[in-house]
């Protein structure tokens, strides 16, 4: 089994920053891709930012230029550095990997971290 964990959300005022953290574990051993996406009340999930090999970024028009995303040494962590922060950045934020354990493909969600973005 695998497990996705996040850290690092909370309440901040509008303009600051905060460095959301996720850790995979278990049996998992390659990465494809590994995403923060998104939920705000009453929307759907939506994608916020998405590393793949590694290397290759891809980040949501209203994220973009304030959100970065970066994978940690230890290859089964991703980071989201959120910066400029806005109301309507207000959601639960959730990792999301996609990779391959023993058992073959896998996808796997965390539980989610509320960032709330309020004066």
């Known amino acids: 089994q695998v497990q996705v964990v996040e850290s690092g959300g909370g309440l901040v005022q509008p303009g600051g920053s905060l460095r959301l953290s996720c850790a995979a574990s278990?049996?998992?051993?390659?990465?494809?891709?590994m995403n923060w996406y998104r939920q705000a009340p009453g929307k759907e999930r939506e994608l916020v930012a998405a590393i793949t090999s590694g290397i290759n970024t891809n980040y949501a028009d209203s994220v973009k230029g304030r959100f970065t995303i970066s994978r940690g040494n230890a290859k089964n962590t991703v980071f989201l550095q959120m910066n400029s922060l806005k109301p309507e950045d207000t959601a639960v934020y959730y990792c999301?990997?996609?990779?391959?354990?023993?058992?073959?493909?896998?996808?796997?969600w965390g539980q989610g971290t509320l960032v709330t973005v309020s004066s």
């Open positions: 999301n990997i996609r990779g391959a354990g023993s058992g073959g493909y896998l996808e796997v």
């Open positions: 278990g049996n998992i051993f390659r990465f494809d891709a």
